[in-house]
């Protein structure tokens, strides 16, 4: 299944170029390939209506903020926060979640969860941004990880990581240069700082144990 995924990536690249395609396009089709119907929206009253929601992200902290704030999402991801709507950061989705960033410092994030986003330290041998596979280490049972086994690999794409103020709340990391807080679990608020979307057939077992969640879990 792994490649047959892989090769309508390469198909939708082809057609529509790298540079073309959005992150919630990614997911949008990742999610479209596991059979589950997505709505790609900025309007509140669409979100508010969701079941789910997926919030990805590539660029700066900064300016994903003022995004934000600009179409009024800061006060809707709270809501859907605070009614336990199943919620998922990628990427910059994850790091948005948090109190703010060295990447743009002084800007405060959506401060959903507490902890904070620093730049990965430089280390002799590692580039930066790190971008490739790494194995996760699972830990405090993640609903996002059922049925996956330990150290499953997926595709990161970052400069900055995750520290979480409460080391319950991660439920995988992943050691470049530091140890990374890779996904965190918080009532019906996920994050993951690799990509599902781009992780093979192991970043499509996440998006299903995401998908087969309820409102009101926790």
Same mark, same amino acid.
Request: charged share 20%; aromatic share 10%.
């Given at each position: 299944?792994?490649?047959?995924?892989?090769?309508?990536?390469?198909?939708?690249?082809?057609?529509? %170029?790298?540079?073309?395609?959005?992150?919630?396009?990614?997911?949008?089709?990742?999610?479209?390939?596991?059979? &589950?119907?997505?709505?790609?929206?900025?309007?509140?009253?669409?979100?508010?209506?969701?079941?789910?929601?997926?919030?990805?992200?590539?660029?700066?902290?900064?300016?994903?903020?003022?995004?934000?704030?600009?179409?009024?999402?800061?006060?809707?991801?709270?809501?859907?926060?605070? *009614? *336990?709507?199943?919620?998922?950061?990628? @990427?910059?989705?994850?790091?948005?979640?948090?109190?703010?960033?060295?990447?743009?410092?002084?800007?405060?994030?959506?401060?959903?969860?507490?902890?904070?986003?620093?730049?990965?330290?430089?280390?002799?041998?590692?580039?930066?941004?790190?971008?490739?596979? *790494?194995?996760?280490?699972?830990?405090?049972?993640?609903?996002?990880?059922?049925?996956?086994? &330990? *150290?499953?690999?997926?595709?990161?794409?970052?400069?900055?990581?995750?520290?979480?103020?409460?080391?319950?709340?991660?439920?995988?990391?992943?050691?470049?240069?530091?140890?990374?807080?890779?996904?965190?679990?918080?009532?019906?608020?996920?994050? @993951?700082?690799?990509?599902?979307?781009?992780?093979?057939?192991? %970043?499509?077992?996440?998006?299903?144990?995401?998908?087969?969640?309820?409102?009101?879990?926790?």
């Amino acid at each position: 299944m792994e490649k047959e995924y892989q090769d309508i990536f390469n198909e939708i690249q082809d057609t529509f %170029g790298k540079s073309k395609l959005q992150p919630s396009q990614y997911s949008a089709l990742a999610l479209a390939y596991i059979g &589950e119907e997505t709505i790609v929206s900025r309007d509140p009253e669409v979100l508010l209506k969701a079941d789910k929601a997926i919030l990805p992200g590539v660029g700066s902290f900064g300016q994903a903020m003022e995004n934000l704030h600009r179409y009024n999402l800061v006060p809707v991801i709270k809501d859907m926060v605070k *009614n *336990n709507t199943p919620f998922l950061g990628i @990427c910059l989705g994850l790091q948005l979640l948090f109190e703010g960033s060295d990447e743009s410092q002084g800007v405060e994030g959506l401060h959903v969860l507490d902890g904070q986003i620093l730049r990965i330290p430089d280390q002799s041998g590692l580039k930066i941004p790190h971008i490739g596979w *790494n194995s996760l280490h699972l830990q405090n049972d993640g609903r996002l990880f059922a049925g996956l086994e &330990e *150290n499953p690999y997926v595709y990161f794409v970052h400069s900055y990581y995750l520290k979480a103020a409460d080391e319950q709340i991660v439920k995988a990391t992943t050691q470049y240069s530091t140890t990374i807080h890779a996904s965190v679990e918080s009532g019906n608020t996920f994050a @993951c700082q690799f990509h599902p979307e781009k992780s093979g057939t192991v %970043g499509l077992s996440i998006l299903k144990n995401f998908a087969k969640l309820q409102g009101g879990n926790a």
